[in-house]
Nanobody, 125 residues
Framework: QVQLVESGGGLVQAGGSLRLSCAAS????????MGWFRQAPGKEREFVAA???????????DYADSVKGRFTISRDNAKNMMYLQMNSLKPEDTAVYYC???????????????WGQGTQVTVSS
């Protein structure tokens, strides 16, 4: 089992920044791939970003088109932490943000085995 705990959400004005954190514990060797998803009220959960740990090269990363150039995903494997730096936030970024972990870095949420409880991000206009 892997436990994931998100933190760092909050209320921010449009154009502002937030940094989300995800702490992993338990069988963390299973967390080869980790991702961020979000779900706005009345909408389906959607992919935000994903990263796959590489032991030889730079970690693989992928982003949804809607956040490219504004969000940056990163991880500190020594600390079992993952981060999402969110800049130039827009009201449409308002959602509950979830951390996920699994074997594949993919935009498909059904490919992830473990999920956090979510953290609310609200961007005011």
């Amino acid at each position: 089992q892997v436990q994931l705990v998100e933190s760092g959400g909050g209320l921010v004005q449009a154009g502002g920044s937030l940094r989300l954190s995800c702490a992993a514990s338990g069988r963390t060797f299973s967390t080869v791939a980790m991702g961020w998803f979000r779900q706005a009220p009345g909408k389906e959960r959607e992919f935000v970003a994903a990263t796959r740990r590489s032991y030889s090269y730079t970690d693989y990363v992928d982003y949804a088109d809607s956040v490219k150039g504004r969000f940056t995903i990163s991880r500190d494997n020594a600390k079992n932490m993952m981060y999402l730096q969110m800049n130039s936030l827009k009201p449409e970024d308002t959602a509950v943000y979830y951390c996920a972990a699994g074997g594949r870095a993919t935009p498909r949420d059904d490919e992830y085995d473990y999920w956090g409880q979510g953290t609310q991000v609200t961007v005011s206009s």
